[in-house]
């Protein structure tokens, strides 16, 4: 009788530092405190964000890869309001579902990162898929099916940046390369709206410059966040100077089938395939 042997999983404990965070035990004392530690960020703060999560020659070799690969990204520079949806008829001037914002930022999509790429190694085990499912509570959790959008770079260069908005997704996960000369800031209002309240007079409060309750997250290099996006307003200030503000975007899901539809692939990525 033939028997198939599983691949063995990737090779990612030089992309890593293990020994601070221990993803690959998770039935080690250690895992489960780092969870509990993430969750208590998440609850607190509304982002859990380990720094030093990526080693730093992984860092260094992610952003000589971005560095190679800047030419071929594809460039988006388009309007919306926060909520992702056209400005509302008949509403008033002023009010946030009437606003638009500008997003603009380049983008290397999964298919065109190298597989020996330590970010897509990474993304392609199951160790930090459960560790993200962990933190989160989530009995499962699955890998995007997106050929485009399952784990992209993000580049931000002078006069790109991400415009107030909230996300359509629960949850976000990101790895920081490097972050820009000047700009290029995280900015966030946690909890700013609930499932049964829009908020709109706080929404309009943050739209108007008052920056009461808005927090930012340090930009360091080789940190890995975890933000709940669905319910927090936020935006990447517009970067100046001639270094990029340089990240990963990690694509997690509760449907193993999950993709894009084509036209939001189309506008991301500039083609569906």
Known sequence: ??????????????????????????????????????????????????????????????????????????????????????????????????????????????????????????????????????????????????PLDALEIAIFEAGDELGWHFDNSEFSVTVMYAPAAAGGHFDYYPALRTCDDENYPGVKDVLDGRPDGVLRLPSRPGALAVFRGQHALHRVTQVSGPRPRINSVLTYGEDPGMKLNELTRKLFYGRTA
Not at 69 to 89: E, G, I, K, L, N
């Open 1 to 146: 009788m033939t028997t198939t042997s599983r691949p063995p999983a990737p090779r990612y404990d030089d992309v890593v530092d293990l020994e601070r965070y221990p993803i690959h035990a998770p039935a080690s004392a250690g895992y489960l405190a780092l969870v509990q530690a993430a969750r208590d960020q998440l609850r607190e703060r509304g982002v859990a964000q380990l720094d030093g999560f990526l080693t730093p020659a992984a860092i260094t070799e992610m952003t000589a890869l971005t560095s190679q690969m800047a030419s071929r990204a594809w460039a988006s520079d388009q309007t919306h309001t926060v909520y992702f949806t056209p400005p509302a008829d008949g509403a008033e001037p002023g009010h946030p579902r009437a606003r638009r914002l500008r997003s603009a930022k380049k983008a290397i999509a999964y298919d065109q990162i190298p597989a020996a790429a330590p970010i897509r190694r990474l993304y392609s085990g199951d160790d930090l898929t459960g560790f993200i499912a962990a933190v989160l509570g989530k009995p499962v959790l699955y890998r995007s099916a997106d």
